[in-house]
DNA sequence: CTCTAGTGATACGT
DNA sequence: TCTCGTCACTAGAG
């Protein structure tokens, strides 16, 4: 995620700050990053059986609160649909969720198997159990993925606070970056470095539930020695991610942030002669990377965000070189203007476009049949832009189907030796209950209500 | 020596 | 069909 090891290069600006210091002002928080702290919680749920459902909300809950309390105004901002540029990335990502979870299950079926009749349990055997039940935890919580009908139900609950929140296009970082660059929020708060490259001119990084991080500023950066002699800059600091690997382009072997930035450096800054430099120093640089360099700094820029104010698709800094030839949707999708909003408010699906009330199914979270795990492919490199090879044939699941009944048997409460009929009726009445409050709030929610609200609206009109 | 890239341990509500 | 881990440590290359 991010750009490995800039966070740490920039410790020497980063200063600790607590909630109390934000009075008065309005705070954007990435919604994944506070809701991926609760994964682990989800987990440990899902190993003991009974379950609300509800603990991978309480990180994001107690943040609120704590902004909240110190007189903080909070906007939540989630990530929507996936750019062309990262579906790569994330279709590793996905297996490896996919194959966590096909371990986890097998480890959490051997469990159940051994659990209810303990009584020939010594002292030792109970904590090999236990040993085992912190194993399967380890690994379900790898396997735990943040769908959107999670972000959308955490969604609700911020919204009954009365917390602005707004579903981001693309990705909650260059939303966040928008709202800043258009004075609707003075902080962020996030885990991702890749908001000082967007331009976020105050992030706070690490605040925890009692309210402390750690902030750094934009316009502080040049101050750092991390990465010395190179002196970062807001305006350079994409040249020097796209250079040193960031989510949006294949790293080049043997180049990491230091490399990257001394060879910026000097370069003067200039990244066709630092790339020039590199190849003359033996760095084997692949003949098209700088055309794929200009395309991932244009992600940065010209990415696809929500205009709040116009109520529809923009793109974040600049509109994108009129000359440029870039993949299909590479800054974003094209929405009308109808869907975009829907999008926004939380009400459609920012990858499937489909209503949320109508597919929103009880959300089993990490309880799904997981795909089997693929053998791993023999020698190919991980990421190339190659043909997508990886559909040639799928193998036999070795016991998928006695899998997925131990999955059933977790999911409930208390299943009662539930058969497999019922699929769209619902299991977990949790869930239940968030599908009937967001079916109820689809229906009389008008998508004015994005609009913000007077004390969101930037201090320039105030005409309604 | 510096730096990249890979590995292993690790995580916790009421 | 449906969203991002991270840190400390170290081998090994330059």
């Known amino acids: 995620m991010g750009i490995p090891?800039?966070?740490?290069?920039?410790?020497?600006?980063?200063?600790?700050?607590?909630?109390?210091?934000?009075?008065?002002?309005?705070?954007?928080?990435?919604?994944?990053?506070?809701l991926h702290r609760g994964k682990y919680s989800r987990a440990y749920e899902l190993v003991n059986g009974?379950?609300?459902?509800?603990?991978?909300?309480?990180?994001?809950?107690?943040v609120l609160r704590a902004l909240l309390a110190a007189g903080a105004e909070p906007v939540l901002v989630f990530d929507g649909g996936q750019l062309p540029a990262k579906r790569l990335?994330?279709?590793?990502?996905?297996?490896?969720?996919?194959?966590?979870?096909?371990?986890?299950?097998?480890?959490?079926?051997?469990?159940?198997?051994?659990?209810?009749?303990?009584?020939?349990?010594?002292?030792?055997?109970?904590?090999?159990?236990?040993?085992?039940?912190?194993?399967?935890?380890?690994?379900?919580?790898?396997?735990v993925d943040i769908t959107p009908e999670i972000a959308v139900a955490c969604m609700r609950k911020a919204e009954a606070m009365g917390v602005f929140c707004i579903v981001a296009p693309?990705?909650?970082?260059?939303?966040?970056?928008?709202?800043?660059?258009?004075?609707?929020?003075?902080?962020?708060?996030?885990?991702?470095?890749?908001?000082?490259?967007?331009?976020?001119?105050?992030?706070?990084f690490g605040l925890d539930r009692n309210g402390y991080g750690r902030e750094i500023r934009l316009a502080e950066i040049s101050r750092s020695r991390g990465l010395s002699p190179y002196v970062p800059n807001p305006e350079t600091l994409p040249d020097l991610c796209v250079f040193a690997g960031c989510d949006y382009l294949a790293p080049i072997p043997r180049v990491g942030l230091r490399t990257a930035a001394k060879f910026l450096h000097r370069a003067g800054g200039d990244l066709p002669r630092a790339l020039a430099l590199a190849?003359?120093?033996?760095?084997?640089?692949?003949?098209?990377?700088l055309d794929r360099a200009r395309e991932a700094r244009l992600v940065f820029l010209c990415q696809t965000v929500f205009d709040i104010e116009e109520q529809r698709l923009r793109h974040l800094k600049m509109e994108p070189p009129a000359g440029a030839v870039l993949p299909t949707d590479w800054l974003g999708p094209a929405l009308a203007d109808d869907v975009a909003i829907g999008i926004a408010?939380?009400?459609?699906?920012?990858?499937?476009?489909?209503?949320?009330?109508?597919?929103l199914k009880p959300a089993l979270l990490a309880l799904e049949a997981p795909t089997p795990p693929v053998?791993?492919?023999?020698?190919?490199?991980?990421?190339?832009?190659?043909?997508?090879?990886?559909?040639?044939?799928?193998?036999?699941?070795?016991?998928?189907?006695?899998?997925?009944?131990?999955?059933?048997?977790c999911t409930g409460p208390s299943g009662p030796d539930d058969g497999e009929g019922d699929e769209e009726d619902s299991e977990s009445e949790e869930w239940c209950a968030e599908g009937s409050l967001l079916a109820a709030s689809a229906a009389s929610t008008s998508c004015e209500e994005l609009l913000p609200p007077p004390a969101f609206a930037p201090s320039s009109s105030s005409s309604s």
């Open 375 to 409: 053998a791993p492919t023999p020698s190919t490199p991980a990421l190339t832009w190659q043909e997508p090879t990886a559909s040639a044939p799928k193998q036999d699941p070795p016991q998928a189907p006695s899998t997925e009944h131990a999955l059933a048997s």
């Open 5 to 34: 090891g800039l966070l740490k290069a920039l410790s020497d600006v980063q200063r600790e700050v607590h909630v109390s210091e934000l009075r008065g002002l309005r705070v954007g928080l990435d919604g994944y990053c506070f």
């Open 345 to 359: 408010c939380g009400e459609i699906h920012p990858m499937t476009h489909q209503p949320f009330a109508q597919q």
């Open 50 to 62: 009974q379950t609300d459902g509800q603990a991978i909300f309480n990180p994001i809950l107690q």
């Open 170 to 204: 693309c990705e909650a970082d260059a939303q966040l970056a928008a709202l800043a660059h258009d004075n609707r929020i003075d902080v962020c708060a996030t885990e991702d470095v890749d908001l000082l490259v967007y331009g976020c001119p105050r992030v706070i």
């Open 89 to 143: 990335v994330e279709g590793a990502r996905k297996e490896a969720r996919d194959r966590a979870r096909w371990s986890a299950n097998l480890q959490l079926q051997q469990l159940q198997s051994l659990q209810p009749n303990s009584s020939s349990s010594s002292p030792s055997a109970g904590h090999a159990a236990n040993e085992d039940k912190r194993e399967v935890i380890r690994r379900l919580s790898a396997g």
């Open 279 to 289: 190849r003359r120093s033996g760095i084997q640089v692949p003949n098209d990377f």
